[in-house]
Nanobody, 115 residues
Framework: QVQFVESGGGLVQPGESLRLSCQAS????????MGWYRQPPGKERNAVGV????????TAGANVRGRFIVSRDNAKKTVFLQMNNLTIDDTAVYYC????????WGQGTQVTVSS
């Protein structure tokens, strides 16, 4: 059974950092490019960054480039999202999944940036 379990979210102030983690199971993890997606309140879910099976990462969008870094640990079947210099616009529920996604979305982890 495919499952993604996200963690690490929370309430932070603008300018602070967070590191999200996602534990994958039920897939041959090493075979997949993995991605982080986010869904702000009242908006669609979109990708913010991906990391290939070999660890090459790309962030999606000028609004996160240079601030967000996606990485992975294949041995632990875990994907990470390091988020630096957070802004109010980064407030969202964050999810991980394969790219393209496999469905089976997890619960996500809430990130709230507020002063």
């Amino acid at each position: 059974q495919v499952q993604f379990v996200e963690s690490g979210g929370g309430l932070v102030q603008p300018g602070e950092s967070l590191r999200l983690s996602c534990q994958a199971s039920g897939i041959t993890f090493n075979n997949y490019t993995m991605g982080w997606y986010r869904q702000p309140p009242g908006k669609e879910r979109n990708a913010v960054g991906v990391v290939t099976s070999r660890g090459y990462s790309i962030t999606a969008g000028a609004n996160v480039r240079g601030r967000f870094i996606v990485s992975r640990d294949n041995a632990k079947k875990t994907v990470f999202l390091q988020m630096n210099n957070l802004t109010i616009d980064d407030t969202a529920v964050y999810y991980c999944n394969a790219v393209p996604n496999l469905g089976h979305w997890g619960q996500g982890t809430q990130v709230t940036v507020s002063s």
